[in-house]
């Protein structure tokens, strides 16, 4: 399991300017995240820390694919993503701005872990459904066995619950 301190950006001894900090998340990530949304990944994020005089920012880019097993034919299948964005680091006991572009530091901390945020940006670059990727021509790219598997399936249900219907509807009017 990789630790997660390889995540920790010391700023404190860092000259002004741009820092950039380059990860790749792979399996072993998410790991350290109790009931992950995601598993499986191969990403690249860029972690550029901007130091100035005034303010302190966190750039975050990440790109890369991640492992979801698809709603429509249940086969596995690697789902694209990309998230970029940008966050302020400011400093203080107590968090007088809230907001979901502001990460609060304490004005004794000297790094910053960012394991968190790149796992928190992944999860929020999943999308709601899942389903395998459109391919050139714009046709779904499903398993078709499986989606005839399925179909086949959900017929033999259908007819299960009409035949207990129709016993239900004899019952009923044999009294
Ligand atoms: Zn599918």
Known sequence: MEKLSIYNIAFKGLK????????????????HFEN????????????????RSL??????KLKGTVRLACD?????????????????????ENESEPGDDVIWL??????????????????????????????EEGKNSCNPEMLKKIEEYSRQQDEK?????DQLNNLLNNK
Not at 36 to 51: F, G, M, N, R, W
Not at 107 to 135: G, M, R, T, W
């Open 106 to 135: 304490h004005p004794d901390d000297f790094q910053i872990n960012v394991a968190q945020i790149i796992y928190e940006y992944i999860c929020l670059s999943v999308p709601l459904k899942h389903v395998h990727p459109s391919d």
């Open 161 to 165: 619950r009409d035949m207990r219907w």
């Open 72 to 92: 429509r034919c249940l086969e596995w299948y690697d789902q694209p993503i990309h998230q970029k964005a940008r966050l302020f680091i400011k400093f203080g």
């Open 16 to 31: 002004e300017g741009n820092h950039v900090f380059e990860y790749h998340i792979g399996n072993a990530f998410f790991e």
């Open 36 to 51: 992950s949304l995601v598993d499986e990944a191969d990403a690249d994020v860029q972690i550029t820390l901007e130091k």
């Open 55 to 60: 303010f302190m920012a966190l750039g975050i």
